[in-house]
């Protein structure tokens, strides 16, 4: 696919500000590697997958979502494989969310005990490898994938910037990974009704940025990733999804 037909992009916010739903509105069928829990609540029609054991199921119009429930670090491993693969039917890819991943990396690595300083280097190679070898799902030979979104809890740093929230020096290689990086929040639009915005241009405070041309401006409110790659890719002009 060419850069415009691919979506690479990494969401955080605070607690409860939509991000699985904002993760549900990715073009179907949809995988979401559900580390947290909070995807199986998002409205779209959903199954379950064990990648460890099971094939990718097959779309039969029953479902628009699977979910991996994600209990350890060897269960995204093995997803991956089969993405990469390119036997199966998914259009975009959802980790939901990329610190509690990671946080399944520690687990595999030192359990419950203490990191010690050779561990953190491991986890920073580990984790980056996923992370890019994810993103480079969008530029697959054979079958790649419209959108992967990496999803991650925010976190203010001593500068007082907001900036997702992972271990060690991922939270500053993260987001030059992805093509945008944005910050969801709730905020009041011109009406003083409550909208969900999501910053991806310059904002002050939080760490947002973008690498599309600026087509979608600033922000985006009530945002839906699907409409949004419609516009990345020049095959919707309704300026009003966007600001």
Known sequence: S???????RQVYSKPKRGKSWLGDTTPAPRLVLDAEGGSRFTPSKKISWDPV??????PDGTWDTVLVNVHDYKTVLRTYEWLNSGQHPFRSVVMDSISEVQQRAVDDLVGINQMQMKDWG???????????KFRDLTTHKVKPIDAVIFIAMAKQMQDDTWRPHVQGSLSTTLPYYVDICGFLEITAAEDGSSVRRLFIGPTPGYETGERVGGRLGNYVDNPNITDMLRVVRGEDDNEDKVA
């Open 2 to 8: 060419a850069a415009s037909d691919v979506y690479k």
């Open 122 to 132: 491991t986890l920073l190679r580990q984790v980056s490898d996923l992370v890019r």
């Open 53 to 58: 054991t099971q094939k990718p199921p097959e």
